[in-house]
């Protein structure tokens, strides 16, 4: 858990890992700064994969990644059935939930049907530090748009809602996401919100957006808010630059 106390969440746009010749991935700047939020030495830290099914192959890859961080790893899949015996327990004594990216509408129906959205709120409230990309930023706010029902977007207005924001991921990186999440704010179907470029994280304690951080000097964040019947305007937020690992 944090050790200030309070309940910190990075949602990250996209460029958690980076590509690296020895071990296929390695954590990129956003971890370290997720790692710090924990204010642990070594933290423990643990990941869900559900939004790509909990392949074996993904798990893998996730530990081959993490183990280059002076952290506890561990994980919980929910294929076949929960892979450890009590996941509230175990996720209340991580200092970190990592979520990576996938489907945001598979990831939401197995979290509810499992109890792991309650169990969730009940480790961010009580200081776990929860972050992920994409699917795993998305999951947190109140919505956004998805690719989990094909190529084409589509909104997503059933996320847990710990944070009262819609959220665009990949906004740099795929041309539907950012004219649709302006839409669906100027529409009213979704709230005002925050979006991040490939690169950046959003950092909020409690509910409050605090900054957005960066390890790329062009990338941005943004707050997307409605300006009149139907329409959106975007402000962009100049992230704090994060050093190289």
Same mark, same amino acid.
């Given at each position: ?6 309940p910190?969440?990075l ?7 980076v ?7 390695a954590?990129?700047?956003?971890m ?9 030495d ?5 990941f ?26 561990s ?18 004594t ?16 197995l979290?509810?049907?499992h ?16 972050s992920?990309?994409?699917? !795993?930023? =998305?999951?947190?706010?109140? $919505?956004?748009?998805? &690719? @989990? ?6 909104? +997503?207005?059933?996320?847990? !809602?710990? =944070?009262?924001?819609?959220? $665009?991921?990949?906004? &740099? @990186? ?6 649709? +999440?302006?839409?669906?704010? !100027?529409?009213?179907?979704l709230?005002? $919100?925050?979006?991040a &470029? ?10 409050e ?17 409605p300006?009149?019947p ?10 704090r ?5």
């Amino acid at each position: 858990m944090s050790t200030d106390g309070q309940p910190h969440i990075l949602a990250i746009g996209g460029g958690t890992f980076v590509p690296d010749g020895r071990e296929g991935i390695a954590p990129s700047p956003l971890m370290r700064y997720a790692l710090d939020l924990t204010g642990q030495d070594r933290p423990r830290m643990c990941f869900l994969t559900t939004a790509v099914g909990d392949g074996a192959e993904y798990v893998a890859r996730f530990y081959a990644g993490f183990s280059q961080l002076d952290a506890e790893v561990s994980h919980l899949s929910l294929f076949p059935m929960p892979s450890v015996a009590d996941m509230r327990a175990h996720l209340l004594t991580q200092d970190l939930i990592y979520v990576s990216g996938g489907s945001v509408a598979n990831l939401l129906a197995l979290w509810r049907l499992h109890g792991l959205d309650e169990i969730m709120r009940e480790a961010w409230q009580e200081g776990v530090v929860l972050s992920g990309q994409s699917a !795993g930023a =998305l999951c947190w706010h109140v $919505g956004g748009n998805t &690719d @989990s029902y094909g190529p084409q977007l589509r909104p +997503l207005t059933d996320g847990l !809602g710990f =944070l009262p924001y819609s959220c $665009g991921v990949h906004y &740099d @990186s795929d041309p539907q996401r950012r004219p649709l +999440l302006q839409q669906l704010i !100027g529409e009213g179907t979704l709230p005002g $919100g925050y979006a991040a &470029d490939e690169s950046v994280g959003l950092h909020y304690v409690g509910t409050e957006f605090v900054q957005a951080v960066s390890y790329k000097q062009d990338a941005g964040a943004y707050r997307v808010e409605p300006d009149g019947p139907g329409t959106a305007k975007e402000t962009r937020l100049e992230p704090r630059r994060l050093a190289s690992l």
